[in-house]
């Protein structure tokens, strides 16, 4: 079936630096990418919609300026987190929906955990 | 508002069947999934729903009704591995999923 692969699986930075996760669909191409963000015990929240070749769409509540989202191609979404801090520590994951497919499975990446020191 | 309502929590007995409902309201319907996660990982794709009735998948089955705002997903001789969170995710007239906040199932021997 069709993979999604985030990178990295895992990071740990100082407060203050960025950090970029890629998401690449595999062997499908995707003009929609979804970011998400799930804290302890809670459910994911969706942070942005990422639109290949245009501005991503931000959730409520997202700073569009600390969350860079760039979608690039059609196999490529990355989630820039500028300036972390530990409060953004957090597991981010990825999602695509295959653009032949008409309103098909959401295919999701195997997340990133972010922890910031 | 947009509200997915699903149980926090549920137990069942290995070997058994059980039924984790969840209902829904959103703006506009572009179908209904269903994921299972288990803890540290991504969610997994169990099942999609776009029509009303019953779509069956081997041991897992979803069943979704439009007008009731309403889908449950069925779980059919229990395993072990079969312990995770089940979450149910409708997307809505922007095609944005929006997220239940997931049904934890503890199965017991």
């Known amino acids: 079936g069709a993979v999604v692969s985030q990178h990295p699986s895992w990071v740990i930075c100082k407060s203050g630096t960025s950090v970029k996760i890629e998401c690449r669909s595999l062997d499908f191409q995707a003009t929609t990418m979804f970011w998400y963000r799930q804290f302890p015990k809670q459910s994911l929240m969706l942070m942005a919609t990422?639109?290949?070749?245009?501005?991503?769409?931000?959730e409520q509540g997202v700073e569009k300026d600390k969350f860079l989202i760039n979608h690039a191609s059609l196999t490529l979404s990355t989630l820039t987190v500028t300036s972390a801090h530990p409060e953004d520590s957090s597991f981010y994951i990825c999602s695509a929906r295959d653009l032949e497919e008409e309103a098909g499975e959401l295919f999701f990446g195997e997340g990133s955990r972010l922890t910031v020191l | 508002g947009q509200n997915i309502d699903q149980p926090t929590e549920m137990t069942a007995t290995e070997g058994a069947i059980v039924q984790i409902n969840c209902t829904y309201q959103?703006?506009?319907?572009?179908?209904l999934f269903w994921y299972q996660q288990h803890a540290g990982e991504a969610p997994t794709f169990l099942s999609y729903n776009v029509l009303d009735g019953l779509e069956e998948k081997g041991r897992f089955s979803s069943f979704l009704s439009r007008s009731k705002g309403y889908s449950y997903l069925l779980l059919k001789e229990l395993q072990m591995k079969d312990s995770a969170s089940y979450l149910c995710a409708v997307v809505d007239s922007n095609y944005q999923l929006i997220w239940g906040a997931g049904t934890k199932l503890i199965i017991k021997p």
């Open positions: 959103t703006s506009g319907f572009n179908g």
């Open positions: 990422s639109n290949e070749g245009s501005k991503a769409t931000y």
